[in-house]
C-alpha cells in the first residue's frame, strides 16, 4: 500500500509563503502521476496543481503563477514531492491533500481531478492571514 506524509504546513500572513512536502513509500515512485489537492468547509477537494510521469504539469487558474509542484529526481532516495507557495491570501486557507496515482492521463481536467487519484495522504493545514 503507497503512503503518503504530508509535512510543512502552518500559519502565514497575507503575501506570504510556504513550502509543503509529500513523502512517498513506494518505489520507484517516479512512475506515478502526483497532484496537491486543497479542501475547507465550504468546498469540494479541488485540484491545484499536479505533475505526472513525463514532468507534464498541471495547475489550477487560482494558484498559476504562485504555486510551483516539483519532485525529487528519480534517482534521489529522498522520493519526495514539493508544492511551493508564494503570495499567499486568505482564500488560500485550506487543508492540502497529496495524491498519487500508478496512471497517467492526457490533459490538466484529469491531473487535477480528485477522482483518478487512487492514494491520499492524511493532508497538513495552510492559514493564511489577512
Known amino acids: 500500500e503507497v503512503q503518503l506524509v504530508e509535512s510543512g504546513g502552518g500559519s502565514v500572513q497575507s503575501g506570504g509563503s510556504l513550502r509543503l512536502s509529500c513523502a512517498i513509500s513506494?518505489?520507484?515512485?517516479?512512475?506515478?502521476?502526483m497532484g496537491w489537492f486543497r479542501q475547507t468547509a465550504q468546498k469540494e477537494r479541488e485540484g491545484v496543481a499536479a505533475?505526472?510521469?513525463?514532468?507534464?504539469?498541471?495547475?489550477?487558474d487560482s494558484v498559476k503563477g504562485r504555486f510551483t509542484i516539483s519532485r525529487d529526481n528519480a534517482d534521489n532516495a529522498d522520493n519526495t514531492l514539493y508544492l511551493r507557495m508564494s503570495s499567499l491570501n486568505p482564500e488560500d486557507t485550506a487543508m492540502y491533500y497529496c495524491?498519487?496515482?500508478?496512471?497517467?492521463?492526457?490533459?490538466?481536467?484529469?491531473?487535477?481531478?480528485?477522482?483518478?487519484?487512487?492514494?491520499w495522504g492524511r493532508g497538513a493545514r495552510v492559514t493564511v492571514s489577512p
Open positions: 495524491a498519487a496515482d500508478r496512471e497517467t492521463w492526457p490533459d490538466d481536467e484529469q491531473r487535477l481531478s480528485r477522482y483518478y487519484y487512487n492514494n
Open positions: 505533475i505526472d510521469s513525463d514532468g507534464n504539469l498541471s495547475y489550477s
Open positions: 513506494e518505489l520507484p515512485w517516479s512512475t506515478y502521476t
